[in-house]
Each structure stands twice: as structure tokens, then as C-alpha cells.
């Protein structure tokens, strides 16, 4: 979701943790987690100004677990700044030790930025000491019950660059494989710190959770 | 001002050539000019040479060749390398040679005593046997084999060199790579490699010829004299001219195809990526054959795709893209190695967008050569699974949708076939221009080839239909039903062949997703559909009984009426007298896929939303279902386990309403 500039910020909390296996595992598929899935949902974009929080929706296009990957757009409903929900499409890296660990290494996320945010999310405690070491390289994950991946917009889908929007910057998510809610922190050093992303998975109006597919040839 | 002699006009040549063969004035010298000239003026010429074959000058010489003495040399060599000219890249010039009679008069002249003689004729020979319409050599036949191996081990490199282009044009099954490999021609043709630059060329085309898909032959290769012959071709990819590098690499790829092992110390790869790329700019047949040796060396190798990519393979197929009139043949080699390098790197599919070659590669789709227009939709298919494209909708615009739905109806079905995998991946966009496929016919054309009596067609088009309905809207859902009707889909379900089974399921499970109105369509014409889906779980394929089940998982997701369908569906015991319910079989399935497609359509049936959900619940937990899936709590599959845990959760809050 694209957010509006503001000051920097610094400092978080350090959290303790335990060791995981050292065994290499890709994590299974998620139903909640494959293509044409919805979820809704807020990010907070509250500043020292004001509190302000706006609605988001997450659609998921596509997923290669093989290559951590996911992808999918991300609406923004009630932006101040522009006239119609602004739509950005973004790619997901699935932090599956194999293909991505903890560490971001790029879009300025040095490896103290990345434990500050994934330490944010409860369900990272458990790993963290092992992530201070190596990145998390050396952890298996495939049956751990939450996924932890990092968001990236990569482009405006329904508005040009020129909107007065910025999406520089990206998510630290982490998805419940229990009830299929989604939690994330934006990060971008020109942003407000820790902006929360909170989305849970709809049905659009049906009593219960429907499935599309497709097959790429 | 210089002008043409008029004696010299093809017109008039071939009037001395055709009186000269009557018998006729102009004596053996005449003739003998007629033909030299005639040779030199149709040398690289492409026009002239067809100009003379309109003129009828083939027949003419071959006539001039079988009555020639064979002790008139002059005659006959002219005569041989004037037909040599001929059948040199122009396929009616081979055709005209072939129909002429030409080929058992220049064999029989291989053994006239003039040197001279055998040189023309089997020049000329391999001429003939370089194109694709050359006549098959039967190898197997015992005289043939003997006469091949005797020109094998003619004295005469010209000779040699055509029994070379003999194998490489004649062989292709694995029994007659044997029966060449028994009689010694592996050895030969090794033993070609230390010859000049013609005997190599021509032992390494044959050579890949013995070798391609035969393991057998490979191992004796690689093993022949310690393994000298595997060095020698590993040198000759370092040779300085064009062509041996690229037989050599050729040679070497079906080697590392046959087994990886052999080339292992050798860690070659890399080296022939990087000539291959370099002989992109070659002109010719090394410049024309290089994209598709890398296509092969590469197919299906994600680590060999990156290697290509970092040695700037996508750049530079794309510049070639951009360059104009390029020939049918190297404009297919380009397009299928790009095609190759797209299909797994989201790197070179970017890279090939942004180097604007999208437009080129549609506008392939339209080119007269049938073979160009297929590797265009095979290079469309893998740029278009591109994710981060189809989102944006850069894939489907007028042009793309229009080339595609005409290829639809072209008449070869590979055609057809190669435009269906196109159209399978541009129709998911997820954007709005689904509509544009569809305002142009393409929904029609799909269904039409629904229909197909050939199954390779008929499962595409259902599964493009598939896509095109994935996250369709209402309007769009309609529109395609109406074509497709009801009862054609109903028999999709109940296809013949699973492959279709399973696409026509998942056709339909999004047919269903979305507004809780798509659903009625299954229930439309007596609920046809559901009911072949119902009864097709019962003994069909694990994954069509998948992508069944989420069909009744998302008719679950709907109203009470819908539910209470799917409840009376996969609760029924089977015909057979079965008494376990095929919600009970799947659940207790060996695919974790399977029961978890199963376990959501629980969770469906068992959504807290309303009074009569405690009903199912009291029904599910009266056939076993609820207990079934309190022995599921630690399912091993992680996607079931959380879900199972939903389910008891709705399961209970179900019960207590109901009790």
C-alpha cells in the first residue's frame, strides 16, 4: 500500500528465542495463501499529527512456493491524497530458509532493522536467537504454523507515479496458518516507523470460503 | 555502355543445352560452355537458379549427364556441378534434380575411373542430400549398408564427406544408430575428426546424428579409445571456424543429454553457453542453428537459464529480434531459445519486455512460415508467465487477442495447439481485458475446439476456458456458458480422458466461485453438472477428484439450499453398496491435497451463519464425519491440521446448537 513521506525513526526491543533444526524444508501450500484469495483489512499510518488508519485489500495472484514467491495487488481504500482507491501490485518473498532468510539484505534493511520488525510479530520469539546468528539460514521452518515473508510493491496499478505516493519501502508480513490472518509492519526509512498492517481473509459475501484456480501452460 | 550478350540469356542457354541434348549442332566444346556457363551464372544466384528451373533446364542436363560417355569427363563434371547448384538451398531446385532422375546417374558416375568425375558427382550428392527432401537411405537394408561403408572408406574426401551427409540426413531411428554403430561407422566418422575442416564438419554432423537420444552410442563414444574421441570433440568446440564450434557444441549436448555424468569432469557447459551466444552473430547455417542448440543444451535447466542470462543470451536474441528480414529459420531459432530462457526466470522474462520485444513476438504470430508462427505462441506462452505482466495487463491487447483467436482455426493442429498454450496464459490477466478475447470471438473459438475429436485439443481448450474464467465476473461467466452450454459441460466432466476430467472440474469450480449467483449455473437443466460431478468422484483420479471437491466445497460456500445439495451429494453411499460416503473416503484419503479440498468443503457445510447449520452438523456427525475428522487433529499435512481445527470448532458450536 502506498504511504506518504514523513520523519525517520530508530531504536526497537530485542526479544529472546530458542534454535531450530537444522533440516531444510519448503513450506507446504496454503489454501488461504493461493491464487484469487482476498483478505481485509486496515494499515495503520498514524503519526505524531494524527491517528489515521486506512482500509486495505489484499488480493493473491500468484504463488511458487519453490521459489518463495507471492505475489499480488494491494488496495488502499480511503487515501486521502487520491480520488479512487489506489490498487499497487506486489511480489512476495516467502522466508523459507531455502530460497529467503530473515535477513532482507536490500531496499536498506540492514539485519538489525530486520529483527527489530520481525521480533514485532509474537510468533517470531521462538526463532529469534538462531536468526541473530545466521539470518535464520540454518532454521526449518516448513512446519512451522506461521509464514513470515517480505512485501514489496513494485508498481501502481490504477494511478500514474506522479499521485504524491510513495511505495519505496516494504512489508515485514507474517500469516497465521491457523485462522489465516495476516499481520505486517511497513518499512521505509523516509516513513513512519512500524506502520501495522492487519488483514484477515474474506469471503465476499459468502457463508463460507470459496476457491478459484488456474494453470499457467 | 556495357551490355549483356544476348547469347548468354538464360533463355537461349537453355536452347543450346536442349539442342546440344537432341543431338543437335553446337559439337561436345558448345555444349560443354552452355554448361559452364550455365553453372556460373546460377552459382549463389537464387533468382537465376529459378529462372532456369522455369526454363526447364534441369531435365535438360540430367538428360545431357545419363548420355554423356564416361570417358567425357569435361562434360560430366559441369553437367554434376550444375545439378549440384541447383539443388544448393532452393527446395525446387532439389525437387526439379530429384524428378529428373538425377541422383541413380550421379551414384553410378561415383565409380567412374576420372577423379575429377567422383568429385563433381558427389559434391553434387551431398547437395542433394542436404535438404530435408532428399529421399530417406534405407540404412538397414544390407546393400546399402555396404555401399555406404564403401564410401565411407573411399579414398576420396569428397566421397567420405558424402557418405557423412548420407548418415546425417538418413539416420534417425535407435535401430539404425545401432546398425551403423555394429558396422564400424562410429569409428569412421571419429576418425573424420583429424581430417580437414570439411571431413570434421561432416564427421560431427553425423556423429550427432548416430548419437541424438541414444545412450548406448553415447557410452561407446565416450569410451572409444579412452576417451580420446570425447577430448577431440571438446577441443573442436574451441575450433576457429564457426561451424565445427557449433557441431561440436551440438555433438556435446546430446552427449550431456544422454547422461549428465559423461560430461561432468569436464564441467562444459558454461563454455558452450558462451559459444553459442557468440555464434549468434554468425552468419549462416552456424549464426541460424546456434539459438536452437541452446534452447537445447538449456530446456528445462533453471541453473543453465541463469547462466545463459548472465552471459547476456536474453539481450542479445532480443537485438536480433529487432533487426529486420530476418530469415524464417534463424527468426524460429531466436524466438523458441527465448522461449526457453522465459519459461522458468521471471529475470528474463523482464528483461525481454523492457527491450520492447513483446510486439515483435505478437507480431510473429501473423508470419507466412507455420513453423515461425509456433514458436511466436511458444515464446508468448512463457513471457506471459510473467505474474508481474499479466497483472498489469501488458499481455492481451488487440493485436495479441486477435492473432491468437485466427491461429485458433488455423488447420494444423500443432498450430492450434502451440496458439492454446498462448491463450491458456495471456486469458488469466487479471485486469479487465479478459473482455478483449472475448469481443473478438475467443470464447466462441475456445469452445468450438472443446468439442475437438482430438484430445491434445480438446484439453487446452478447456483448460484457456479454465483460466478465462478465473476470477471472470458475472457477465463474463454468462457470455462463455452460453457458449459452452450446459450439457457440454456436463460431458467435459465425463471426458474419456482424465487430463480433460480434471480441467473441466476446475473450469467449473470457478465457474462457481465469485457472486453467490454463479452458483446456480450447476444446479441449471436439472443439475446436470452436479450431478456428473457427484457421481465422476467416485472412480476417477486423485487430482480430478481434487479439484471435484472444491467444485462442491464452493457450491458449500453458498445458501442453504446450495448446502443442503452438496450434503445430499456427498453423503449418498455409492451404488456398488459401498456404505462409506465419498466426503468419508477423501477425508481418510492418502493426498493430503485431497482432504484438505475435503476438509474445507466441511467447513462450508458447517459455517456458523445460520439455524440450519446445526442440522448438517447433527447429519455429518451421524454418518461419521465428525469423528473421522477428530482423528485428523494431527494430520500431517499442516493445511489440514489447521483446518481441521476450524471444523471441529464450527462442528461443536454446530452440536450444541442443535442439542
Redesign the interface.
Known sequence: MPVRVVENWSAASEVSGQDGSSEHGLPPPFTLLSPGKAFAGTQNVSSLQKDEAWRVNVQIQGCDLEHGYLCGTMEALNVPLADTPVMTFWEGEIVDTKNYTFYTGKWEATPEDDVRHWSRFPSFSPLQSQVEIDGGKSLDLSNYPHLFMRWKEQYFVNVGTDCGLTIAGFYYVCFSCSDGSINGFYYDPNSSPFQRLELKSTNEGRSGFSFSSYELQ | MPATKTNNRPEELTERLSSAASGGGGGDGGLLKALREVKNQIIGNRTKKLWYLKLGAVPTIVSILSSAADSDSAVIVQAAAALGSFACGVDAGVRAVLDGGAMPILVRLLSNCDEKVVDACARSLRMVFQSKLAPKYDILEEKNMHFLLSLLNNENDNVTELAASIITHSCETTAEQEALCDNGVLQRLIALLEGSTNQRDAGLDSLAAIMKSNSDVVSKLVTFNNGRALNSIIELVKDRCPRTRLLACICLIFIGNACTDHLKEFDINTELILVLVELFEEPGRAGDEAPYALANLIAGKEDLHKQAFSVNAVEKLCNFLHKKAIEAKRLQGILLALAELCSKLEICRTKSLSLKVLDIVIGALKHDCTEVRIAACTCL?SI??S??S???GHLLNETAATSLIQLLHNQSTEVQVAAL??V??VV?D??TRKSVFLRHGGAKELVQLSRSMDSKLRL?AV?AL??L???ADKIVKENILQELTISTLASLVCDAEASIQE?AM?LI??L?????DCIDHIFAEDGVIITAVARQLWGATVPVCIQGM?VL??V????DFH?DAVMHHILLPHDTGSDSSILLRFLQNND??LR?AAI?CV???T?P??CTASERVTRLRTSGVVSQIKSMVNDP???VK??V?TALEQCTVGGINSA
Open positions: 506462452r506471459s508467465r505474474l508481474k499479466l497483472s498489469a498454450g498462448a491458456c496464459n488469466v487479471f485486469t487446452n483448460r479454465r483460466n474464467l478465473f476470477l480441467q476446475a469450480r470457478n462457481v466461485d465469485g457472486s453467490v472444491y466445497s464452493n458449500a460456500a453458498g445458501n448446502k493430503g491435497r484438505t474445507w467447513i462450508n457445510l459455517y451463519c445460520n499435512c499442516l493445511d489447521h483446518r481445527r
